[in-house]
């Protein structure tokens, strides 16, 4: 099986390049390449087809930015489930879909925590997950890692450091295992509903040792129509993409984690009475277990 990871160091490449550069260490490839990482669509299959080597999953180390400018690296899953056909995805990937998330999201998380906090960078950078977003298009289990969030920080040494730590002690590059290897019996997986970007209330549950992370839906990627009603009863369903967004992530993450028990997770502050009945009751038809904090562990 073969590992991929991605990185995206050149800006001032052509864009119009398409030429990519690789670097071997045993069964991961690392890619340098000129486009901008959310354009790479399809990156996993076109490497398969120009090399015959299978892909296993796909690791993609980018940028990230932030409008309160707070030092911060970051993973996270990504697709834009939210999104109907027809609609421009501002940042890659394609309406509706979502990809599949990468079980090593929560151990690393964790993993990245301990390396940062060992090399100073805690307090003074914020490591943390974020919700489902953006592209490029993915067809193996796939997580971002970030370095975040202005430009001072994305040239900060010790931060690089950090992440490419990160790979080599994740992936297993030294003499110790690699961290994050799913292996399935009935372990229990985090489906994120709600919450902001930064996914805080789901944070709280992934930092505890042996907590699995699939997709993580903020708010935003759960678009809701406001119900009608007349005289306190409804006339309609509620409408908006939330119902697709939910169905698409969870069936993403339960191909992500065969032999799983996907539970979701609600950040039940973070919606209105009828949304999180709307979304409860959603989840009862899918015969999705909702679950609490201590029903992860």
Known sequence: MLLVAVVFVNQELSRGQDGVESFANGRVRLLRHARGIVE???LDLRWEAATGERVSEVVLLSRHTAVSNRPALTVHPIGVPHLREGDVPPQGGRPGWAALPNPRIGPWLRLLRRIAADRGLVPEFEITLEGTHHGPVTNRPTLFVEIGSTEEYWGRQDAAETVAL???????????????????????????????????????IVMKDGVWVGHLLSGYSLPMEELK?????????????????????????????????????????????????????????LNIRVGKPNDFF
Do not use: C
């Open 166 to 204: 990160l790979l080599w002690k994740g992936l297993g590059l030294g003499e110790e295992a690699s961290v994050g290897n799913w292996h399935g019996n009935g372990e229990k997986v985090l489906l994120g509903i709600g919450g902001g970007h930064y996914a805080p209330r789901h944070m709280d």
């Open 229 to 285: 009603q007349t005289n306190g009863k409804n006339l309609a369903d509620v409408g908006g993409m939330w119902k697709h967004s939910i169905k698409v992530s969870y069936e993403a993450t339960k191909e992500a984690f065969p032999g799983g028990e996907v539970i979701a997770h609600i950040d039940q502050k973070s919606f209105k009475g009828w949304q999180k009945n709307a979304i409860t009751s959603y989840l009862q038809e």
């Open 40 to 42: 790479e669509d399809d």
